[in-house]
């Protein structure tokens, strides 16, 4: 089993819908939680961090934590084309761990 | 404020050479990382460094891979004979303690 799971993809949504991203994680001890935005053949760029449970909102984006089911999630509202993009789940394992574990992230495409 | 910066960007090289690449991070970020990302996958932690100490080696780091971050500020990824398996974009971040991380612009390597 992964480590940290997306949904592949891709997921197309049409401008102005919601766009809904999950992740799940299987380390319970996991501290910190980040949503990174990529575009193709760029590096991955922070767009969202979430460290406790419950709702973080900024702008159009809105992150989702609930540790108990070891979910995280991204909202998009308002898709826009320039959102079309890879978004990577990415978690910072608890104890001594520093580096970040990756998803493989899920292909979002917003359709004009 | 500059961001993380990586020389090159793009290096082709031919099986069997040895590359090094540079990472500049964020002035003050006083922890650094090496990721290395392949087609379809997120990143994958390769090393970490705390001011020049490297605290942390994935196991996917071969011995055929070093880094160096000697006075705490720049750092170098280095690969000897180089393999056609080490092509990927190798990407440095940069934190403060316990703070989301920042991604350069990455080095696409390829090997040939």
């Known amino acids: 089993q992964k480590e940290v799971e997306q949904n592949s993809g891709p997921l197309s949504v049409p401008e102005g819908a919601i766009a809904s991203l999950n992740c799940t994680y299987s380390d319970r001890v996991s501290q910190s939680f980040f949503w990174y935005r990529q575009y193709s053949g760029k590096s991955p760029e922070l767009i969202m961090s979430i460290y406790s449970n419950g709702d973080k909102e900024d702008g159009r984006f809105t992150a989702q934590l609930n540790k108990a089911s070891q979910y995280v999630s991204l909202l998009i509202r308002d898709s826009q084309p320039s959102d079309s993009a890879t978004y990577l789940c990415a978690v910072n394992g608890g104890g001594s761990a520093r580096q970040l574990t990756f998803g493989s992230g899920t292909q979002l495409t917003v359709l004009p | 404020d500059t961001g993380v910066s990586q020389d090159p960007r793009h290096k082709i090289t031919k099986r069997g050479q040895n590359v090094t690449f540079r990472c500049d991070p964020i002035?003050?970020?006083?922890?650094l990382y090496w990721y290395r990302q392949t087609l379809g996958q997120g990143p994958e932690f390769l090393t970490y460094f705390q001011n020049e100490a490297q605290l942390e080696k994935s196991r996917l780091l071969s011995d055929r891979f070093s880094a160096e971050r000697p006075k705490g500020s720049f750092s170098t990824l280095e690969i000897q004979r180089t393999e056609q398996g080490d092509s990927a974009m190798y990407l440095c971040a940069s934190s403060f303690p316990g703070s989301e991380q920042y991604f350069g612009p990455g080095t696409r390597l390829t090997v040939t």
């Open positions: 002035s003050e970020h006083n922890r």
